[in-house]
């Protein structure tokens, strides 16, 4: 079944304790990136990759990293996480990014930083 | 650069019609549509290209205007099933931006 995976699904932690949020596809999609989304805002990219290698920063990447060593996984780093990280993050991909190809989301992960 | 959407929230009996506008400062090249359920991900329904070529949803329909860089998404005849929040999403370069996106909620 195509799909975006993602772990962990909810995660609560403390502030400063290094965390990463796991991504992959299996659709051999060029194109992944990473959403925040929070009440009111909507969904903000954070960080985009258009393939292997190739990352380049979204509207709100600070606090995040992220890396593409393979097509198919793109991990979320948070180095020292923060509260105002608290948020519900989503992976998405797609074929390419050309405007004409849909995303297709992973199921979200709920991040809680106390 | 984000897309401005409105209403931001509309409310209608299942029969009825919606319309929501996503509206861009920017150029538009291609609108997206997604839908959202509570506390699942978004979901594609339709993309719009500049040059009136479309892909998606049979059962939704969409506007496009390029000049006045918006686009609209049709609901007619709701149903309890399209409940949920919309939204709109623009390439700029090679980065992607949602609007703010409209709570629809159909009651019976």
């Known amino acids: 079944e195509a799909q975006v995976t993602q772990n962990p699904r909810y995660l609560i932690t403390v502030t400063g304790k290094k965390l990463t949020v796991t991504c992959s596809q299996n659709?051999?999609?060029?194109?992944m990136s990473w959403y925040r989304q929070d009440p009111g805002l909507g969904l903000r990219q954070i960080y985009y990759?258009?393939?292997?290698?190739?990352?380049d920063k979204g509207d709100v990447p600070e606090g995040y990293k992220v890396s593409r060593k393979e097509k198919r996984n793109f991990p979320l780093i948070l180095e020292s996480p923060s509260p105002n990280q608290t948020s519900l993050y989503f992976c998405?991909?797609?074929?390419?990014?050309?405007?004409?190809?849909?995303?297709?989301f992973g199921p979200g992960t709920r991040l809680t930083v106390t | 650069q984000q897309p401005v959407q409105s209403p931001q929230a509309v409310i209608l009996r299942e029969g009825e019609d919606a319309v929501i506008n996503c509206s861009s400062s920017?150029?538009?090249?291609?609108v997206h549509w997604y839908r959202q359920k509570h506390g699942e991900a978004p979901v594609f329904l339709m993309i719009?290209?500049?040059?009136?070529e479309q892909k998606g949803h049979d059962k939704i329909s969409a506007s496009f205007n390029e000049k006045k860089q918006q686009s609209s998404l049709y609901l007619t005849a709701s149903q309890l099933s399209y409940s949920g929040t919309y939204f709109c999403?623009?390439?700029?370069?090679?980065?992607?931006?949602f609007g703010t996106g409209t709570s629809l909620t159909v009651i019976p």
């Open positions: 998405a991909s797609s074929l390419s990014f050309t405007g004409y190809y849909e995303q297709y």
């Open positions: 659709m051999n999609h060029e194109y």
């Open positions: 990759s258009m393939n292997v290698e190739v990352t």
């Open positions: 920017k150029a538009l090249y291609s």
């Open positions: 719009l290209l500049k040059g009136g």
């Open positions: 999403g623009t390439r700029t370069g090679n980065q992607f931006y």
